[in-house]
């Protein structure tokens, strides 16, 4: 197999390129034993120059696969040296930066300001983000074209439903809690937990009772005007 490999290198490598690169993504997404026997038979089954092996994976976690299959006194980062002439490690990508890459900016939209505050509370491994921020903006247009002037409908569309699609991937268990009714408190917390909504919250039923007090004040006038026609018997009948 290893000569068959060889051969198939050289025999496509001249019309290309002097090297072959050969890309392993997300390797630690495998399970742990099995991702440490692919690095091995991999040591042993590419061994031509010609070929150039790049993996994606956590170190980190392998090292302690390592450690976990061979016994605690193996050193789980010495063992993997011998898998690679070179390692190029990646800093933290930042979340914030990610979300923008996928479309989730801090607009002027209380939808989209209390996505990305909630989202960096929980703060989600990579690949859920990527998953809750493509169903955000698959929502978004819905959500904030909804063109509802009711407080209630109007905070649970740019509100309530970024927060729940949130707890849908990012937290599944206290997601079906709510939909069965058990409890809602998780929702509560974030609401609280978050700047833009606490102010949402405030700002629309402000203006609720802003709209009560001039209905008040509306119904106070007619009455006092209906009383004054009566009182001046300008309507047969009052």
Same mark, same amino acid.
């Given at each position: &197999? ?9 025999? =496509? %490598? !001249? ?6 690169? #050969?890309?392993?993504?997300? %390797?630690?997404?495998?399970? !742990?034993?099995?991702? $440490? ?9 590419? *061994? ?13 976690? %392998? @090292?302690?696969?390592?450690? +976990?299959?061979? +016994?605690? +006194? ?5 063992? &993997? ?8 490690? $990646? ?25 990305? /505050?909630? &989202? =960096? /509370? %929980?703060?989600? !491994?990579?690949? *859920?983000? @990527?998953?809750? *921020? ?16 009711? *407080? ?9 439903? !970024? ?7 990012? &937290?599944?268990?206290?997601?079906? =809690? ?10 509560? /917390? ?13 700002? $629309? ?7 009560? @007090?001039?209905?008040?004040? @509306? ?14 018997? #300008?309507? /047969?009948?009052?």
């Amino acid at each position: &197999l290893r000569q068959e490999v060889d051969g198939l290198i050289n025999a =496509s %490598l !001249p019309e290309h390129a002097n090297k072959m690169l #050969l890309i392993i993504d997300e %390797l630690d997404r495998c399970r !742990p034993v099995f991702a $440490l026997r692919a690095l091995e038979e991999i040591k042993n089954l590419f *061994t031509s120059d010609k070929l150039v092996i790049l993996c994606s994976v956590n170190t980190g976690q %392998l @090292a302690k696969t390592v450690e +976990g299959t061979y +016994g605690s +006194g193996t050193d789980g980062d010495r063992y &993997l040296e011998r898998f690679c002439d070179a390692r190029i490690g $990646l800093s933290p990508a930042s979340r914030t930066t990610f979300m923008a890459y996928k479309g989730l900016r801090d607009t002027s939209y209380f939808y989209d300001s209390i996505s990305i /505050e909630v &989202l =960096s /509370e %929980l703060m989600p !491994p990579l690949r *859920t983000l @990527a998953k809750v *921020t493509e169903e955000l903006n698959s929502k978004r247009d819905a959500a904030m074209g909804s063109d509802n002037n009711e *407080t209630l409908m109007a905070f649970a569309a740019g509100c309530l439903v !970024p927060i729940l699609i949130i707890l849908k991937h990012c &937290l599944p268990d206290e997601f079906r =809690s709510i939909q069965s009714g058990a409890s809602a408190e998780r929702v509560v /917390e974030l609401v609280n937990s978050s700047e833009s909504a606490t102010t949402f919250f405030d700002r $629309l039923y402000g203006r609720l009772e802003e709209l009560r @007090a001039i209905e008040r004040a @509306a119904e106070k006038e007619a009455y006092e005007a209906a009383y004054e026609v009566q009182k001046q018997g #300008l309507i /047969e009948g009052m």
